[in-house]
């Protein structure tokens, strides 16, 4: 004797199939026939590049650095949703265009990095992410462009 169940007590469990909490089962996936997993190349992505800490206000990186957060206490600060990050927020290099400026203050140095993403330039503790070159110049006036005599 075989248990019919009701449409409706089905309903959780393809919520929470269709929600992605609870995979499907394997018949129910789709893809390919006979290939249950794409190549791992396919699969693989670059690691994330590490975040530090970057500010909008140099007061204020001073005062979350001033509570003496290491590298994993800032990363659970800014983890944390109900913390008031005061602006500042995680930087990864690919987010770095250039050096605006930097300081020294109180034995400190610190880089005023500007982002590709925003206008407003962020603090960080200096070093803490690679500045790109800036563009050299070439001394060749471009091309189609007067050039002026002595």
Excluded at 117 to 140: F, I, N, S
Aim: net charge positive; hydrophobic share 40%; glycine share 12%.
């Amino acid at each position: 004797m075989s248990a019919v169940r009701s449409p409706s007590a089905l309903l959780p469990l393809a919520c929470l199939v269709l929600s992605g909490v609870c995979p499907a089962p394997a018949g129910a996936q789709g893809g390919p026939p006979g290939n249950a997993r794409p190549p791992a190349a396919q699969t693989a992505k670059a690691p994330p590049s590490p975040q530090v800490l970057g500010c909008p206000s140099l007061a204020n990186l001073l005062r979350i650095l001033g509570e003496g957060r290491n590298e994993r206490g800032v990363a659970a600060f800014l983890a944390d949703a109900k913390a008031d990050h005061l602006g500042c927020t995680g930087l990864s290099r690919e987010r770095v265009a250039g050096l605006s400026g930097s300081v020294t203050l109180g034995g400190g140095t610190y880089d005023c990095l500007t982002l590709r993403d925003t206008a407003v330039c962020h603090w960080t503790q200096a070093g803490a992410l690679p500045v790109p070159a800036p563009a050299k110049a070439t001394g060749a006036p471009a091309a189609g462009k007067p050039v002026r005599a002595p």
